[in-house]
T-cell receptor, first 116, second 116 residues
């Protein structure tokens, strides 16, 4: 199993540009989440999904869109990038409690995004 | 909303010695999960140890153990026989039990340096 994969690893955008951060998992996990990590702030939840077709907002959702058309993929879209979105982005996945999940979230390697 | 506080932004320890990282949290829930994640310079988030609130016994994983004080809402991590590879950022995290285990709330992290 590849686990949780994210692409790209690094990206530089200009203010106002749009892009999609890709996330995929091959563990058949129902739950998937996006976090951003900023210096001195820990990780903060952006959006999450409890299954295909179901998404919801986390703590810091403004400026980001998500969709979940398949169990495996959970892309994060920046519609109009701003310097405040410069951060490291992590995708994570886990089993659901109904599947006997152990509450462990598996993280991807992260994407470092710089918006100039 | 839950909050997680790590009061030590940075710590250092000599190789082979023991170090304790502090974490306190605030919640009105009775059932929940607590985690320590390690983030080495590679940026990968690695689960170190997990504690279920309804279990009174402190979790242990090899050289890593926790001191879970539910009444005091304290969850400290003890690293014994510190190794150079333990140098990393350590995050304390909280998750509700039930259907929202995918939503982790993180502390701001403690940067641990192990000196030779």
């Amino acid at each position: 199993n590849a686990g949780v994969t994210q692409t790209p690893k690094f990206q530089v955008l200009k203010t106002g540009q749009s892009m999609t951060l890709q996330c995929a998992q091959d563990m058949n996990h129902e739950y998937m989440s996006w976090y951003r990590q900023d210096p001195g702030m820990g990780l903060r939840l952006i959006h999450y999904s409890v299954g295909a077709g179901i998404t919801d907002q986390g703590e810091v959702p403004n400026g980001y869109n998500v969709s979940r058309s398949t169990t495996e993929d959970f892309p994060l879209r920046l519609l109009s990038a701003a310097p405040s979105q410069t951060s490291v982005y992590f995708c994570a996945s886990s089993y659901s409690i109904l599947a006997g999940g152990a509450y462990e979230q598996y993280f991807g390697p992260g994407t470092r995004l710089t918006v100039t | 909303a839950q909050t997680v506080t790590q009061s030590q932004p940075e710590m250092s320890v000599q190789e082979a010695e023991t170090v304790t990282l502090s974490c306190t949290y605030d919640t009105s829930e009775n059932n929940y999960y607590l985690f320590w994640y390690k983030q080495p310079p590679s940026r990968q988030m690695i689960l170190v140890i997990r504690q279920e609130a309804y279990k009174q016994q402190n979790a242990t994983e090899n050289r890593f153990s926790v001191n879970f004080q539910k009444a005091a809402k304290s969850f400290s991590l003890k690293i014994s026989d510190s190794q150079l590879g333990d140098t990393a950022m350590y995050f304390c995290a909280f998750a509700n039990s039930g259907g929202s285990n995918y939503k982790l709330t993180f502390g701001k992290g403690t940067l641990l340096t192990v000196n030779p």
